[in-house]
């Protein structure tokens, strides 16, 4: 009798354990890392936050509020395909998880997550990037802006986390908001959540091939990569914001590690592309250092502390119901596609910074060596502060 249960068991046994558990963060902190290698030899780095002005640009352009002629339809836009693919990726992999639910957060979280999206588009402009495109992409490609960036979102992360505790000091009663789900796993079976994520599965491999059809190749390969993307970090909860928080705020480190050698993996890709010309060495280096990216940086670490979420994580946990995040998508497009308006208007941002690649300072040997040497320091300090819990502030 239990040999039979097990043979006819066993496609369940299988998902349980590809979905019914989290992934490895490492593991999959160095695909992402590798896929993000990929996406450069194919054409750009992974940002997330030139795809939400996409976002923003072309709702005001609908609205009649700002008209450009030269936008390009989120549709066919590479970096809003980029961020359609994550989530996607995310609802799919949440619903195959049985992890997908509306959840709504209490007003006053719902505030945070509005001014979090706000502080974070503004931020992006000023850094040229949210913490994957202006830190983690920047940083690969040598550029000193996404040095600053770094440097600007670990203070901001920092001070959001104060404001966290003397709020929650102050607000002892808070409460968790309703939550819906749906299709709940029964203990004879999977539920039916895993067959809508089974069916958006189809969907999302089929669309790239659409695109193929219509003549937009180059579109289906981003689509591509940003399936790819959501499904990773939905699955493993692989978080930036986290790496920049946590040892400030549990001392909890496998974040930040995972992130540390995630940034060694795609720096090494990046420079072989560009030391061997098969990229431009001045490919993804922004005129952001050093106000730009550092106060950018700042902007950004305090609004992804209280968004509860980055660009990219914004949106992969929008992907798994979270109104918060849903509510911070929105508004981070609209502050993006504002800020950099006027910024351009003003002629303001050609004066946050200049473009420096380190190698042009340093030499190549030099630039390799530090930039390593600083993502192997983020590590050790992770791990020693984790052990001694010298800087946690709860």
Not at 36 to 53: E, M, Q
Not at 340 to 352: A, N
Request: hydrophobic residues 50%; positive net charge; proline residues 4%.
């Amino acid at each position: 009798m239990d040999e039979a249960r097990t043979k006819d068991g066993w496609f369940k046994q299988e998902f349980e354990e590809i979905f019914g558990r989290p992934w490895s963060v490492v593991p999959a902190a160095i695909t992402v890392a590798a896929l993000n290698v990929f996406l450069f030899a194919f054409d750009r780095p992974w940002t997330a936050s030139d795809g939400l002005r996409n976002w923003g640009d072309g709702l005001f352009h609908l609205l009649g509020i700002a008209r450009r002629p030269d936008i390009i339809s989120p549709l066919l836009y590479s970096g809003s395909i980029l961020n359609l693919g994550l989530l996607l990726g995310a609802l799919t992999a949440a619903l195959l998880s049985r992890e997908f639910a509306i959840r709504v957060a209490p007003s006053g979280e719902l505030i945070k997550g509005g001014i979090g999206g706000l502080l974070m588009g503004s931020g992006s402009v000023l850094a040229f990037g949210c913490n994957i495109g202006g830190f983690f992409s920047a940083v690969s490609a040598l550029s000193m802006s996404g040095l600053a960036m770094m440097l600007g979102l670990a203070v901001g992360a920092y001070l959001g986390l104060r404001y966290l505790i003397w709020e929650i000091n102050r607000r002892p009663s808070f409460t968790a908001g309703p939550s819906y789900s749906f299709c709940h796993a029964r203990s004879t079976g999977l539920g039916c959540q895993p067959l809508f994520g089974a069916v958006f599965l189809v969907a999302v491999v089929c669309l790239p091939f659409l695109y193929n059809s219509l003549g937009y190749t180059q579109q289906a390969a981003f689509l591509l990569f940003g399936v790819a993307f959501g499904i990773l970090l939905q699955r493993s909860r692989f978080c930036l914001v986290r790496a920049f928080r946590e040892p400030f705020m549990t001392g909890e480190s496998e974040h930040t590690r995972a992130a540390a050698i995630a940034l060694v993996v795609s720096i090494v890709g990046f420079s072989i592309l560009k030391f061997t010309d098969l990229k431009d060495v001045k490919d993804w280096v922004f005129p952001g250092f050093w106000f730009g990216g550092l106060v950018g940086g700042i902007l950004f670490g305090v609004g992804m502390v209280l968004g509860g979420g980055c660009g990219a994580g914004s949106i992969w946990r929008a992907g798994e119901g979270h109104v918060k995040l849903w509510i911070a998508v929105v508004l981070f497009a609209i502050s993006a596609s504002l800020t950099r308006l006027i910024f351009v208007q003003g002629g303001l941002l050609q004066k946050v910074g200049v473009p420096i690649f380190f190698p042009d300072v340093v030499g190549w040997g030099s630039a390799l060596t530090l930039v390593v040497a600083l993502s192997a320091g983020w590590y050790l300090f992770a791990v020693w502060n984790e052990r001694t819990g010298r800087l946690n502030l709860i």
